[in-house]
């Protein structure tokens, strides 16, 4: 997902305006190297696995969750989501807007209710298990949202709207209201993380170095590695090229562009380079990718 060169968060608008929130239906193997890539957004995410296990890794934290199990990524929480075993995982997610729990900035029932805890940095996530009473049910009202979506019957935002301040309800009445209303800051490797692949996504179309990026981040080579692989367990090149190839594979379904001019409008100065790289990633080479993706639609 691409990002505005100058903002933490993605380009993409989840919705409108009139009803700030989407559902997805997630296939891994539509996905560079079949996971989704770190990434954040200013929307809380509802997640539901509906087959399969998918490790979700949150900053640093790491848990599995299988089939039938859900969670809450909460606002501007750096993530990523890798399917493991051999059966095919699939999800679906609901990104909203915050907006959306509450009224207007300033009324009561945002103040007390949705800023607190959108803000607050010990709340990152929240997962939803099948054998926690009050969590089953919230995973039951996120699978009734899903239907609700699919269906688009007369009067399904407002349904939504309700059940999704249910579920929030819910969260902060059984679980956030009893943790520290004090945030606590992000630690240094996480800012420092934050801000290098603000830098790379908003420059990854041009010739980028481990000096520059180290640069960007005021520490050394040595110390901006240590960070990347404390948090993301990769290196800040590897990411690089994740987030290019990332690029790549959107430019192949939405443009007419030719391989040649994706290479390089993506950051690879060579395409024999850039098309060993994506077929690496995807298991299939770019123009492969391309014609896949027209015959699905």
Known sequence: MEMNKNSLHENVKHGDIGFPMKVYQNDFTKYVGQKIQWHWHEEVEFVVVTSGQVQFSIVSDNFLLKEGEGMLINANVLHSMIPLGEQPAYMFTIVASPSILGIEKGFYLTSKYVDPFINNRNLLYEVFR???????????????????YECADFGFEYRIHNILCEIWFELIDKRWKYQSQTSKPKDIDEERVYHAIEYIRGNYQNKISLEEICKEINVSKSECCRCFQRKLKMSPFEYLLTHRITAAAKLLETSNLTVVEIALQTGFSSNSYFCKLFRKYMSQTPLEYRESRKENG
Do not use: T
């Open 130 to 148: 099948q054998d926690a009473g009050w969590q089953s049910g919230l995973i039951e009202q996120l699978n009734q949202i899903y239907d609700l």
